[in-house]
Nanobody, 113 residues
């Protein structure tokens, strides 16, 4: 049974940083691509970043240069380091396993002064 559990969300002032984690189980993590998505209030869910099994990464233009996705195959986790946060980054952030369409329950990030 595939499980994705996010953590690390919270409140931060503009310009601050947060690190999200997604602990996984139920599949061979080392061979899986993993992604982060987010959904802001009143908006549709949108792509944030993805990392493949080789460590190759892609980012949404809105977060490029500020966010960094990484993975730890030993602890079967994927991370999202978020720096220079802006108010428009406020959203629920979801961990995603693209193959099979699995989602975590999300973690809320609030950026405000």
């Amino acid at each position: 049974q595939v499980q994705l559990v996010e953590s690390g969300g919270g409140w931060v002032q503009p310009g601050g940083s947060l690190r999200l984690s997604c602990v996984t189980s139920g599949f061979t993590f080392s061979s899986a691509s993993m992604s982060w998505y987010r959904q802001a209030p009143g908006k549709e869910r949108e792509f944030v970043a993805t990392i493949d099994s080789f460590g190759g990464t892609k980012y949404a233009d809105s977060v490029k240069g500020r966010f960094t996705i990484s993975r730890g195959n030993g602890d079967k986790s994927v991370y999202l380091q978020m720096d220079s946060l802006k108010t428009e980054d406020t959203a629920v952030y979801y961990c995603n396993k693209p193959r099979g369409g699995y989602w975590g329950k999300g973690t809320l990030v609030t950026v405000s002064s």
